[in-house]
Structure formats: C-alpha cells, structure tokens
T-cell receptor, first 112, second 111 residues
C-alpha cells in the first residue's frame, strides 16, 4: 500500500490566477495519475505522470492549462493555470503499480 | 474500454449483505474487473478485482458469472461506514493503467 498526501486540501482562488497542487507519496512509485472530479460527477483522468518522461494528457486536457511536474519517484505537482469558475473541482492524484491504485484525499478548488 | 453498467443507487439495511451488480457484456477474455468505492469527501479506495474466479478479501467478495458478462460485489455485513459510491471498472489494457470511472452505484446503508 501507499500513503498519499496532497496540499493544499482546499483553496478558494480568483479567476485568472494559477494554483499548484502537490502530491506526496510515502514510497517510490513509477506511475502517478491526476484526476479531476467536477461537482456531483465521477472522476476524469487528466494525465499520466511517469517519472522520467513527459506527462501524457487525455483528450480535452492540455499542458498549457494543466502543467505537471514529476521531479522524482515520490512527488508530483499539477498546476491549474488561468483559472475560471469551470475549473472548480476536486483534483486527486493516484499511484499504483497497476490498476490497483491508491488515491490521495483530493484538493477541493473553488474558483470565484 | 469494456463498458460497464451499474444501477444508479441502492439501499441496504445495516448488518445485511449488500449485493452490487455490474454488467460488462463486452469484456474481453483477458480483461479484469476492478471495484473501487468513494466515501463522501474522500479519494477512491480499491476494494477487489478478479478475472473469472470468485474472489474474497477482508473487505468484500466478488462473484463473476461464468460467461464473465456480469459480476456482483458483495459486502457481507454492511455497516453505515459502507455508505459510498461503488465503481465497477474494466480497464482497457491499452490505457497505461489509467482507470476509467463511470457513474457508479450510490449505496446507502440505513440503520
């Protein structure tokens, strides 16, 4: 198993600004994923961030809007850039050697 | 992805077994069925997975039909803390281990 923490746990931001979300894992993992959960909706994959390679983005998500860093095997950041109210969501990271994954508690973002 | 279909919501009395069904009629021979749950305001939690044999762990049992077109997650003695959204997922083997969450089943366990 893995223990995952995210910072911040929640934030309220003004439109047009950017927020960087941190994901810290208590063990070294190769694969890390970033998901978005809009209010009342299910999770949607934003990107896969494997250490040592560029992040791979899903359709509808672009690097300019959601830049990701993965500097080592225990840490990653997701930045939500030039925010609009539509970006108000919970952002979650997950890690796993396979489809059996462990999720962080999420970052609840509200954009006003 | 093999598409999964789950009921939108279910109720279960505390202490009784909760049986959550999932249809995955287009599943391929080598695709596994995974179950996760998401308790309110928390990240999803892995429960169990299986290929074709029934599986059991400390959290739940997974029953997969012989034709593999459907499965049932069983919580043998549901508690109030089992109230959550339960997701049945059949990942695409070409997805690079990403999980495709559908809408899931909202299970309400009542006293």
């Amino acid at each position: 198993s893995a223990v995952i923490s995210q910072k911040p746990s929640r934030d309220i931001c003004q439109r047009g600004t950017s927020l960087t979300i941190q994901c810290q894992v208590d063990s070294q993992v190769t694969m890390m994923f970033w998901y978005r959960q809009q209010p009342g909706q299910s999770l949607t994959l934003i990107a896969t961030a494997n250490q040592g390679s560029e992040a791979t983005y899903e359709s509808g998500f672009v690097i300019d809007k959601f830049p990701i860093s993965r500097p080592n095997l225990t840490f990653s950041t997701l930045t939500v850039s030039n925010m609009s109210p539509e970006d108000s969501s919970i952002y979650l990271c997950s890690v796993g050697p396979s489809y059996e994954q462990y999720f962080g508690p999420g970052t609840r973002l509200t954009v006003t | 992805d093999a598409k999964t279909t789950q009921p939108t919501s279910m109720d279960c009395a505390e202490g009784r077994a909760a049986n959550l069904p999932c249809n995955h009629s287009t599943i391929s021979g080598n695709e596994y069925v995974y179950w996760y749950r998401q308790i309110h305001s928390q990240g999803p939690q892995y429960i169990i997975h299986g290929l074709k044999n029934n599986e059991t762990n400390e959290m739940a049992s997974l029953i997969i039909t012989e034709d593999r077109k459907s499965s049932t997650l069983i919580l043998p003695h549901a508690t109030l803390r089992d109230t959550a959204v339960y997701y049945c997922i059949v990942p695409d083997s070409n997805s690079g281990y990403a999980l495709n969450f559908g809408k899931g089943t909202s299970l309400l366990v009542t006293p």
